[in-house]
Nanobody, 123 residues
């Protein structure tokens, strides 16, 4: 069964850090670009970051310099290191695998969505 499972969310104060994990099962992560998305209450799902099969990365402007995406193919896992977190980063974070054209962050072109992990940034 193809599955992605997110973990690592939690409550953190502004300026704090979290590392999210996206563990894949049922398929080999090496062959897919993986994206991280987030959705805050009342807002549309937003593309946050993406890592390609060859390690190229993309970040949305609001997280550049603060978030780092990486992959460990041996562990079939993608990570999102989030530093200097801000209240506006509060959302449910999801990972998914790209099945559409390379370079897109259109959620409709991703599948195998995980259940999400809640990130709350608050003092």
């Amino acid at each position: 069964q193809v599955q992605l499972v997110e973990s690592g969310g939690g409550l953190v104060q502004p300026g704090g850090s979290l590392r999210l994990s996206c563990a894949a099962s049922g398929f080999t992560l090496d062959y897919y670009d993986i994206g991280w998305f987030r959705q805050a209450p009342g807002k549309e799902r937003e593309g946050v970051s993406r890592i390609s099969t060859d390690g190229r990365t993309y970040y949305t402007d609001s997280v550049k310099g603060r978030f780092t995406i990486s992959r460990d193919n041996a562990k079939n896992t993608v990570y999102l290191q989030m530093n200097n977190l801000k209240p506006e980063d509060t959302a449910v974070y999801y990972c998914a695998r790209l099945i559409g054209p390379i370079g897109t962050m259109n959620p409709r072109l991703y599948n195998s969505w995980g259940q999400g992990t809640q990130v709350t940034v608050s003092s």
